[in-house]
């Protein structure tokens, strides 16, 4: 398979070319990426078996895109031989169409901006498929459905008397579309409630500095902001409950994460939280809470009830790590890259 991609920001576009690599190679697929040389995520490929990387530098991969690659044969033959072709950017579904049987726009995203150039496209979750087909009604684009897939480590035992303190841990880039000046606000009214819990965000970003300045004007103490980790696991077996606040997200690998630790999940509603509770979890089964999305009061409540439920948040513990071993692992990914490429060869 052949993945293009000329994003060079952390997140999104980075993580997933590093869970699908992952998940290829479990399948035995050779994974080809063409990306820029400034990528952040260039090193943690480059250690992967199954992974060939071709950088190039950003000028230049501007030019090869927008001549679709004529003056790099070496792409074209690879592009040629591949079983899939995926396009991490959706703009660029009009310039690299040498091979629209094969060729798929990853839509990370969930704007339906640029799709209807694309002959075919792989969505991270249902809502954004429907908006697709809303705004473009009568096309009959080839469209799929995929999540992402997780690895499964060895299970977490937590104690089963209820902690003092209940720990709540957040992760993500520090920006406000991430929601954690509404978790700020949250902070401030768990506290007013006397709700015996501290949350502890992970991350770096734009806002750390006002999101820092209001923990301080507020005088709170039942939440702080430490530095990104590549141990977020570690933090997240210490924790008993993950909370996400974002305004948007397609499909949170951080919220994969949390599950595959038992975490309970408070959640707001966008398009990628919901595609966790109504598409792989159960009513009979939950996870978590929902709250609307900018409403630091509803955030508040979940996670006061989170906090106080100690028996509700063990059983969503149980669930959590269940639904993401049985419906979300690496595993049933690598099956869907191979059927792709079962269809190439047809």
């Given amino acids: 398979m052949v993945s293009i991609t000329s994003d060079r920001a952390l997140g999104g ?16 697929i050779e994974h080809t990426i063409i990306i820029s040389n400034s990528a952040p995520a260039l090193d943690e490929l480059g250690q992967m078996r199954n992974v060939n990387l071709i950088t190039i530098p950003n000028f230049f991969m501007r030019l090869h895109i927008l001549t679709r690659f004529v003056f790099h044969r070496k792409i074209r033959f690879l592009m040629a031989q591949a079983n899939a072709i995926f396009l991490h950017n959706g703009k660029h579904a009009k310039q690299i169409n040498r091979h629209p049987s094969k060729t798929y726009v990853i839509n990370h995203n969930g704007k339906a901006r640029h799709l209807n150039r694309a002959p075919n496209i792989v969505f991270l979750n249902h809502a954004a498929k429907q908006n697709f087909s809303e705004t473009f009604e009568g096309l009959s684009t080839s469209c799929h459905v995929f999540g992402h897939g997780f690895d499964v480590g060895d299970e977490i035992i937590r104690p089963q008397q209820p902690p003092e303190i209940v720990k709540v841990v957040s992760a993500g880039r520090l920006m406000k579309k991430k929601g954690y000046r509404d978790l700020v606000e949250t902070a401030r009214i768990l506290a007013s409630k006397n709700t015996p819990c501290h949350i502890t965000i992970f991350g770096e970003g734009p806002d750390e500095a006002y999101l820092k300045q209001k923990i301080t004007d507020y005088q709170l103490h039942n939440i702080d902001i430490q530095p990104w980790t590549k141990t977020l696991r570690a933090e997240y077996a210490r924790a008993d409950i993950f909370c996400t606040s974002s305004h948007g997200e397609s499909f949170p690998l951080v919220i994969g994460e949390a599950l595959e630790t038992g ?3 408070a959640s707001t509603r966008t398009n990628g939280g919901l595609e966790y509770f109504n598409y792989y979890a159960s009513k009979e089964h939950p ?8 409403s630091a009061e509803q955030m508040a409540d979940i996670l006061d009830k989170l906090v106080r439920g100690h028996e509700l948040r063990r059983q969503m ?3 959590a790590r269940a639904l993401l071993t049985t419906r979300l692992n690496l595993g049933i990914l690598s099956e869907k890259f ?9």
């Fill in 263 to 265: 975490l309970a999940i």
């Fill in 317 to 319: 513990s149980a669930n």
């Fill in 338 to 346: 191979t059927a792709l490429c079962d269809k190439a060869s047809v």
């Fill in 13 to 28: 576009i980075a993580n997933s070319l590093k869970t699908y690599s992952k998940a290829m190679a479990l399948a035995g």
């Fill in 287 to 294: 996870i978590g809470l929902l709250s609307d999305i900018g």
